[in-house]
């Protein structure tokens, strides 16, 4: 299993909130035992040079293979955390997403892989089911009701 640890710094990352009904698209983040931790939308890094529209049509290209198109404004979240006792800080752009007319994705978990070679699995989830007892929380904290009031 890989380790994962946030990054020393600000990072800059988009995420594409890929719905069907009231189900989001989302990826399941595990602590080092991999126990489930709570599941977050698809995207990453925005690189240097890089538009956040681009850095997220890109995520969506190397970990699905499938082109996306940009279908809302997007809001801004500040995302200040810990991940395994690391601290990690994020400006983060989250935007409604559609697929292209030609892509397509199965109703069945996705398991893609990142860059850095760790295994991840993705699963529509119903976000109004996310933050409860039954369901893991959704990251990053704070989006589930920006979600839910809009």
């Known amino acids: 299993m890989t380790i994962w640890r946030p990054h020393d710094g600000i990072r800059v990352k988009?995420?594409?909130?890929?719905?069907?009904?009231?189900?989001?698209?989302?990826?399941?983040?595990?602590?080092?035992?991999?126990?489930l931790k709570g599941v977050r939308p698809l995207g990453g890094s925005v690189e240097f040079g890089e538009t956040w529209q681009d850095?997220?049509?890109?995520?969506?290209?190397e970990e699905l293979g499938v082109d996306i198109n940009i279908s809302g404004a997007p809001f801004v979240l500040e995302n200040i955390y810990a991940h395994e006792g690391s601290p990690g800080h994020?400006?983060?752009f989250a935007a409604d997403v559609t697929l292209?007319?030609?892509?397509?994705?199965?109703?069945?978990?996705?398991?893609?892989?990142?860059?850095?070679?760790?295994?991840?699995?993705?699963?529509?989830r119903?976000?109004?089911?996310?933050?409860?007892?039954?369901?893991?929380?959704?990251?990053?904290?704070?989006?589930?009701?920006?979600?839910?009031?809009?």
């Open 90 to 92: 994020e400006i983060i």
């Open 100 to 124: 292209a007319p030609s892509a397509e994705l199965p109703d069945a978990p996705i398991t893609f892989r990142e860059d850095n070679g760790m295994v991840c699995t993705a699963h529509w």
């Open 14 to 35: 988009a995420i594409g909130l890929l719905w069907r009904g009231r189900r989001l698209l989302v990826a399941d983040v595990h602590d080092d035992s991999g126990a």
């Open 126 to 150: 119903d976000v109004h089911a996310l933050d409860t007892k039954d369901e893991p929380p959704l990251y990053p904290t704070g989006l589930k009701s920006h979600l839910i009031s809009r």
């Open 55 to 61: 850095a997220l049509k890109r995520e969506f290209r």
